[in-house]
């Protein structure tokens, strides 16, 4: 099973973009589906996340009311929706998956999945 990310591009602040993360022969019900980023010079931080257990989503607090995480479930696709964006939200964003994880343990964890990213970039 692959992830496989689009949708990033280059944009200026206060504008949005919808990354996409195709997930062939994933069942949305067993994996929490995540979308981190990573900027030059820093760690990989956790963004948002659809949890396997109760599909509610949670969101890194510098995104939240800016940033919708969504499944299509029929599709195996999850969607990154960013409003507002900010120069500091300029990053890699990367797709990750773990079987029955957890959005606090995936970063690290070796049984996390991860897709090979997609640029954005925010200009001023």
């Known amino acids: 099973a692959q992830l496989v990310e689009s949708g990033g591009g280059l944009v200026q602040a206060g504008g949005s973009l919808r990354l996409s993360c195709a997930a062939s022969e994933y069942n949305f019900g067993r994996y929490t589906m995540a979308w981190f980023r990573q900027a030059p010079g820093k760690e990989r931080e956790f963004v948002a996340a659809v949890s396997w257990r109760d599909g509610l989503p949670e969101y890194a607090d510098s995104v939240t009311d800016r940033f919708t995480i969504t499944t299509d479930n029929a599709n195996h696709t999850l969607y990154l929706q960013m409003n507002s964006l900010k120069p500091e939200d300029t990053a890699v964003y990367y797709c990750?998956?773990?079987?029955?994880?957890?959005?606090?343990?995936?970063?690290?964890?070796?049984?996390?999945?991860w897709g090979q990213g997609t640029q954005v970039t925010v200009s001023s």
């Open positions: 990750a998956s773990s079987l029955f994880g957890s959005a606090q343990t995936m970063r690290n964890s070796r049984n996390t999945s």
